[in-house]
């Protein structure tokens, strides 16, 4: 017997029962109590349903059969004198179990139809040739086909003519590699319309199907032409207007200019005319020295030479250069102050510019761009310095090395800017003066910065204000500082 009770180890609720035929006359397995059963009948182990499956099991009337014994189910066998039983009662749990799990299936499986077909999204499950097998509510209406139609077309047939073959490959790109994702193209409805749409396709090794999700883009696409557009206006605005203030400011510039002209005319024009008048008291006398004529000559060849540089000043200061050159920053500074010199003395405002000696001060850029921008500065020192009426009053232009870059710091004591106005000096048509454009330092910040490729900055100092231009240099030779 030692046979069967090896067969018990691997049947841990199994119950073997030996007869030889109708008496018990072994039992193995199950509880201890069971033991008390050999020697009896089976008639008087079983209830009557029990026994009467047991006889026919014997008969071999049939294979297995369910018993209940003892309060539990078992499934039964026979063979060779030897009934076998096994709990079924783990089978029954199991069973029911998988009922259960097959009722939760079926309800997920409905809670994700539900959220397909809410989805805001087309999608489909595609087979590998890209033939539709499901598509949610929103792939339907979108393509305007019902289910029905779809199980007869392909994501490669609802494309446009050109997208047909690039759909074909996305198909065979999802299968190759897992998936294929925001494909750009365009779909055709069933009635014709075409929609923009991006695709994305992953491939269900297991079942062999793909999923598509579509989404409709034709909106964004439209969205995205139309700011585009916007956009585009918005810049062309944009530039015109710069186009504008640029012109403005030379405006601006040469009004300061003819200001600036006028002051230094006055003075050889006044002697000019005291020598004409000494000319008619001349020409009254009878004996007209010839060497005193010379002189009166040649004095006043010297003032209109002296105008005609003015001019010539002037001119070059509009000359406009299209190509950047390499320029000294120090002689663009003086041609720059040479313009407004004589306003200076006349306001008393001393003006000096201090350097770093052996400071290589050569600049690519605009040459004339760059002396506008020194030009508003000082006007704009001696604007402030002669509203607040300053006492030894005085502009003072420093050009020096910091680490690699130039920097140029025009430094007055006009008296400063105000805390309110610091953060809109630079924006275009901001003045605080009755006939300012309030373009010059907008103009200024546009030139250094846009231009030159430079920073400009500002900052109140202790009776006035100081601003610096930082210009790129990329000096090499460390000795300077
Ligand atoms: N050195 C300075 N001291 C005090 N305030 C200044 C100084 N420089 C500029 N500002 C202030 O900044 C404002 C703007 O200067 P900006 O040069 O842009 O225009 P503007 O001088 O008013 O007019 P424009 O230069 O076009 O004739 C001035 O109106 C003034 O209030
Ligand atoms: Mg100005």
Same mark, same amino acid.
Do not use: A
């Given at each position: 017997m030692r046979k069967k009770s090896d067969i018990l180890k691997n049947m841990p609720k199994s119950i073997i029962v030996e007869t030889n035929g109708k008496v018990v006359v072994g039992v193995y397995g199950g509880k201890k109590s069971l033991k008390k059963l050999k020697h009896k009948k089976l008639k008087d182990i079983f209830d009557a349903k029990a026994y009467k499956r047991l006889k026919k099991l014997r008969k071999k009337k049939s294979k297995s059969s369910v018993i209940s014994w003892d309060g539990q189910e078992y499934g039964a066998y026979y063979k060779s004198d030897v009934f076998y039983f096994y709990d079924i009662t783990a089978y029954f749990e199991v069973e029911s179990k998988l009922k259960q799990s097959l009722s939760e299936l079926t309800s997920k499986k409905e809670e994700l139809q539900a959220v397909f077909d809410l989805a805001a999204n087309g999608i489909s499950i595609l087979d590998r040739d890209g033939m539709f097998l499901y598509a949610n509510k929103f792939f339907q209406n979108m393509m305007e086909y019902t289910m029905e139609e779809l199980y007869s077309e392909s994501c490669i047939s609802l494309s446009s003519a050109e997208y047909a073959a690039p759909s074909k490959t996305a198909v065979e790109k999802a299968i190759e590699f897992g998936s294929f994702e925001k494909f750009k193209k365009v779909c055709v409805t069933k009635s014709g319309v075409h929609l923009n749409a991006s695709m994305s396709l992953a491939y269900l090794e297991s079942r062999d199907e793909i999923i598509m999700i579509t989404s409709d883009i034709t909106e964004d696409i439209m969205y995205q032409d139309k700011l585009k557009k916007q956009v585009e206006i918005e810049v062309a605005k944009r530039s015109q207007q710069h186009e504008i203030m640029c012109h403005q400011s030379r405006l601006a510039a040469m009004g300061e200019m003819i200001d600036s002209i006028a002051h230094q005319w006055r003075q050889p024009l006044n002697s000019l005319g005291i020598i004409v008048q000494g000319l008619r008291h001349i020409s009254?006398? $009878? *004996?007209?020295d010839a060497r005193f004529l010379k002189e009166i000559e040649a004095e006043m060849m010297q003032k209109l030479n002296y105008m005609s540089q003015t001019i010539d000043d002037f001119s070059m200061f509009f000359r406009i250069s299209k190509q950047k050159e390499s320029f000294n920053v120090l002689k663009s500074i003086e041609d720059a102050i040479r313009l407004i010199d004589i306003q200076l003395k006349n306001y008393n405002i001393t003006i000096k510019i201090t350097k770093d000696e052996s400071l290589d001060l050569s600049v690519l850029g605009f040459a004339n761009k760059f002396r506008q921008v020194i030009l508003n500065m000082i006007h704009n020192s001696m604007m402030a310095i002669v509203s607040k009426s300053v006492k030894n009053a005085k502009i003072e232009i420093i050009i020096k090395r910091v680490k690699n870059n130039l920097h140029i710091e025009i430094v007055d004591n006009g008296g400063g800017i105000s805390r309110e106005d610091m953060p809109k000096i =630079? *924006?275009?048509? =901001?003045?605080? $003066?009755? $006939?300012?454009?309030?373009i010059g330092l907008y103009m200024s910040k546009v030139i250094i910065e846009s231009h030159m490729n430079g920073l400009l900055a500002v900052k109140n100092i202790k009776d006035g204000v100081k601003f610096t231009i930082m210009l790129k240099k990329g000096y090499e030779d460390a000795s300077h500082s």
């Open positions: 009254s006398q $009878k *004996n007209i =630079f *924006n275009p048509y =901001f003045t605080t $003066k009755d $006939k300012g454009s309030g």
